[in-house]
């Protein structure tokens, strides 16, 4: 998350961060459904997932304490969110509710890798980073919270062994992007450099892109 609002309204910056991190809490929240944890593996799930990037992305460009760890309002949200998440699947029943969490978690995670690889290549910048030093940024901040989601729900990170389509190749070509359009218009970067990680993660499923993968 990338900061607190500013005084004469939110940023763009601002807004993407909140659908970002609220989407991120929503998908972990949904994985943690799935694999029938109680109430507070929901919370630790959702949080974990939504905060884990970016607060990653902070310590690597030496911003301390996390931003989001300044930001009360989204802290509060990420726990309403994991409650929302927890009630709805007691009233549905888990059981009923997990045949049709695979899809919407994908294009939660899709969405959330988008906006948070835009976001960290963007903090990157701002904390004067080169080209390479941004482009991780933009991929840790991106990739960050869904590995350590994958290790408490007891998965092999995904990013390790991705055979179906694109992911911390996306969120690096999302970064790439932001670098090189963020001197014409910072606005415009974060926006296209975001799509274009979505882009690039969809269409690989699509057309059955993948990385090599030993024989």
């Not at 970067?189 to 990680?197: D, F, P, V, W, Y």
Request: charged share 15%; glycine share 14%; proline share 5%.
């Amino acid at each position: 998350m990338e900061g607190a609002l500013h005084t004469f309204g939110p940023t763009l910056v601002d807004i993407l961060a909140w659908v970002g991190t609220l989407t991120f809490a929503v998908s972990g929240a949904l994985i943690a459904v799935e694999k029938r944890f109680d109430l507070v593996g929901i919370i630790v799930l959702a949080g974990v997932t939504a905060v884990g990037g970016g607060s990653i992305r902070d310590i690597v460009v030496g911003s301390l304490p996390p931003q989001v760890f300044r930001n009360e309002p989204i802290l509060w949200a990420i726990f309403g969110v994991s409650l929302l998440v927890w009630w709805i699947s007691r009233q549905l029943g888990s059981g009923r509710l997990n045949p049709y969490l695979e899809r919407p978690i994908y294009y939660l995670d899709t969405l959330g890798l988008g906006l948070f690889a835009a976001l960290g290549a963007e903090r990157g910048l701002a904390f004067g980073l080169g080209f390479w030093g941004t482009v991780f940024a933009g991929t840790i901040s991106g990739v960050g919270g869904g590995i350590l989601r994958d290790v408490l729900a007891g998965e092999v990170p995904g990013i390790l062994y991705r055979n179906r389509d694109l992911y911390a190749s996306a969120a690096a070509g999302g970064a790439i992007v932001v670098f090189l359009l963020y001197p014409l218009s910072p606005d415009l970067a974060l926006l296209i450099g975001a799509l274009t990680t979505i882009a690039l993660r969809l269409s690989s499923r699509w057309l059955g892109l993948r990385l090599p993968t030993p024989r």
